[in-house]
């Protein structure tokens, strides 16, 4: 069976692989391909670590090593000039980026997840300007849907949009931005002009030519700190041909891209972090001064330790069921489906926080604790403690309840 590279109708290149060798080689050195310049990117987001921890700033470093490598175009189509990446490669890559650096990480995968937005829903001249940006590794996208008022809720927006003859006119307040201040194009969710509910929202592409953009207040959080998420106020007009996808129908693009992509990416970008820190107490601890300093027959270490893997293989196993499931069709409307992309970023969320927070108290104080240690356990579980915030599990929750009710039977997609 020869392999068929195909595209899904979301976007998303698949690649059904035979028994074929040729095929399976091809597929593993696409793979070294990716993960070569996804550890470019780590590299350098590492060297950098310590001042944007500090300094709580944008990783700038990092982000030119993803327009070098041309990480930036991993889901744009080849035909489109981009890597023509798939829903496992954007796996792959957030998982790596993650073991370096979460913000760094979740910078990618939120910028894929808008490139996608663009690739599938952008309409002529607008998507050819914009992939073309893309590929050359010009164009990194922020992203605009929080808003004072309804916190994180994708389906809603009070900001109005007002449309001229020829334009779009957007004022809107962003209370965080990751990578706000860098960005060379917004992605930004508003009222629609004809809207006669909050839930009519439109999906707006300006470049940051086109916006007057103001820093609007401090970012000084407990983690995340790299990903420079300042609170913005946007303003600007672009052309009326700059709405992405209908006006007013926002709602499809979370269901097919933002929601699948979000789970996907970030739960990849918490595994990463989570398995990184995992890794780092391993070495410590079959390191020899490590042996000195821990008991490696201890039955509470290696319980915990065990604990540790457990959470992160219960992750992995959800993630990489979730990606087949995104990867293998187009309609995930189903209510298996949904439960399923909402429960892995549920899951991931706690299970890699938890996974991190149980390795402190496996190595103590001194490891576990202390900023200066080489377990980076004490950023990690900062990290992590964002990942049930963004786009709270409570949310979610309240919406897999109503959807257990539409299932009595209980049936697995
Ligand atoms: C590091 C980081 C980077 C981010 N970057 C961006 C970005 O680039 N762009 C952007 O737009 N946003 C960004 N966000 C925001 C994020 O996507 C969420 O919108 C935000 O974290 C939600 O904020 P909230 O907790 O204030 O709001 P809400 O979602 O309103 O939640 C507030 C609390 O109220 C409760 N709650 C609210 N509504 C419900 C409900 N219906 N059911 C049950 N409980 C509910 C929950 O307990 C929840 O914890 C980022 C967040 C983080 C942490």
Redesign the pocket.
């Known amino acids: 069976m020869t392999t068929a590279a195909a595209k899904t109708s979301n976007g998303l290149a698949h690649t059904s692989t035979g028994p074929d060798t040729a095929d399976r080689a091809r597929a593993a050195s696409r793979a070294a391909d990716l993960a070569e310049r996804a550890a470019a990117v780590a590299r350098v987001a590492e060297q950098h670590l310590a001042e944007t921890e500090r300094d709580a700033s944008f990783p700038e470093h990092a982000l030119a090593e993803m327009r070098r490598t041309r990480l930036l175009a991993l889901l744009v189509p080849e035909a489109d000039g981009g890597l023509g990446g798939t829903v496992t490669d954007l796996v792959d890559v957030s998982m790596i980026l993650g073991r370096a650096d979460m913000?760094v990480a979740?910078i990618f995968a939120?910028h894929c997840q808008q490139s996608e937005a663009i690739v599938r829903f952008a309409k002529p001249p607008l998507r050819e300007e914009l992939l073309a940006r893309l590929a050359a590794g010009e164009l990194y996208l922020?992203?605009?849907?929080?808003e004072s008022g309804?916190?994180?809720?994708l389906f809603k927006s009070y900001a109005p949009l007002r449309e001229t003859e020829e334009a779009l006119e957007i004022d809107r307040a962003?209370?965080?931005?990751?990578?706000?201040s860098n960005a060379d194009g917004f992605l930004i969710t508003m009222r629609s002009p004809s809207a006669t509910a909050d839930h009519h929202v439109s999906l707006v592409y300006a470049h940051r030519s086109q916006l007057t953009v103001e820093t609007a207040g401090q970012w000084c959080?407990m983690g995340?700190r790299a990903?420079h998420?300042l609170p913005l106020k946007i303003t600007g007009t672009v052309p009326a041909h700059h709405v992405i996808g209908e006006h007013g129908a926002f709602h499809q693009i979370v269901q097919s891209v933002f929601g699948p992509l979000a789970h996907i990416g970030w739960s990849a970008a918490w595994l990463g972090t989570a398995s990184g820190a995992l890794s780092r107490v391993l070495h410590l601890l079959r390191d020899p001064a490590g042996r000195k300093r821990f008991d490696l027959r201890s039955e509470l270490l290696l319980t915990r330790l065990s604990r540790a893997r457990q959470r992160l293989d219960t992750v992995h196993a959800l993630l990489r069921r979730t990606e087949a499931l995104v990867a293998g069709g187009t309609d995930w409307s189903s209510t298996g489906s949904q439960l399923l992309l909402n429960n892995l970023k549920i899951t991931a969320a706690e299970e890699c926080c938890a996974a991190v927070d149980g390795l402190i108290d496996a190595v103590g104080l001194r490891h576990g604790y202390l900023q200066d240690s080489p377990t980076r356990l004490e950023k990690s579980l900062r990290d992590l403690r964002?990942a049930v915030?963004?786009?709270?599990n409570?949310?979610l929750?309240?919406a897999d309840g109503q959807l257990c009710l539409l299932d009595p039977d209980v049936r697995f997609d």
């Open positions: 913000s979740m939120m922020a992203s605009v849907t929080t309804k916190g994180g809720d962003a209370p965080i931005s990751t990578g706000g959080p995340m990903t998420s964002s915030l963004n786009y709270s409570d949310r929750h309240l």
